[in-house]
T-cell receptor
Framework: GAVVSQHPSWVICKSGTSVKIECRSL??????MFWYRQFPKQSLMLMAT?????????EQGVEKDKFLINHASLTLSTLTVTSAHPEDSSFYIC????????????FGSGTRLTVV | QKEVEQNSGPLSVPEGAIASLNCTYS??????FFWYRQYSGKSPELIMS????GDKEDGRFTAQLNKASQYVSLLIRDSQPSDSATYLC????????????FGKGTLLTVNP
């Protein structure tokens, strides 16, 4: 149990286009999900906290107009990278907490984004 | 600035040995502590969580927490080549702060 599904696993897009990444909790409800970004050889950096039915909370330095987050249901959060540029190329990972906030955080399989 | 520090390694141990991974954190009010394993190109996988001082054992893994010293460690007994990965220490802050702060990870290599 406690599976977080993320799609797509990889995507290549042209500079200037937008890309949507989906994160689903398959067997539990997630009122809160977290979006991370990981550059090569670096650790995970939290981008934003996604809250069901309300606006996401973005970390300092993350452009909310560029990284659009929608958490419209208890099982789905989406991250849209708008007007992508090569510097947005990274590994994007979502996570949720099946047992409630503060307990084990389960990660999705991640999305490798390459902007050309 | 809340920080989580790990020795980046690489840490190399022979097969069958004990691997010891260490982590320190700056936020004294931190509540929950996690160890994740991340294989190259993959997302992190939760190995252990620990919430109170002392040791917690799960199979070949033992997590140790010392809140007074702001120190958490992970021991891997009978290390296997399949344990070769980057190990990430993650800390949740206190109160209603549910965000995780990650260390940079320690690369572990287990040599056959």
């Amino acid at each position: 149990g406690a599976v977080v599904s993320q799609h797509p696993s990889w995507v290549i897009c042209k500079s200037g286009t937008s890309v949507k990444i989906e994160c689903r909790s398959l067997d539990f409800q997630a009122t809160t999900m977290f979006w991370y970004r990981q550059f090569p050889k670096q650790s995970l950096m939290l981008m934003a906290t996604s809250n069901e039915g309300s606006k996401a909370t973005y970390e300092q330095g993350v452009e909310k107009d560029k990284f659009l987050i929608n958490h419209a249901s208890l099982t789905l959060s989406t991250l849209t990278v708008t007007s992508a540029h090569p510097e947005d190329s990274s590994f994007y990972i979502c996570s949720a907490t099946p047992r409630g906030l503060g307990y084990g955080y389960t990660f999705g399989s991640g999305t490798r984004l390459t902007v050309v | 600035q809340k920080e989580v520090e790990q020795n980046s390694g690489p840490l190399s141990v022979p097969e069958g040995a004990i691997a010891s991974l260490n982590c320190t954190y700056s936020d004294r009010g931190s509540q929950s502590f996690f160890w994740y394993r991340q294989y190259s190109g993959k997302s992190p996988e939760l190995i252990m969580s620990i919430y109170s001082n002392g040791d917690k054992e799960d199979g070949r893994f033992t997590a140790q927490l010392n809140k007074a010293s702001q120190y958490v460690s992970l021991l891997i007994r009978d290390s296997q080549p399949s344990d070769s990965a980057t190990y990430l220490c993650a800390v949740r802050g206190g109160g209603s702060n549910y965000k995780l702060t990650f260390g940079k990870g320690t690369l572990l290599t287990v040599n056959p």
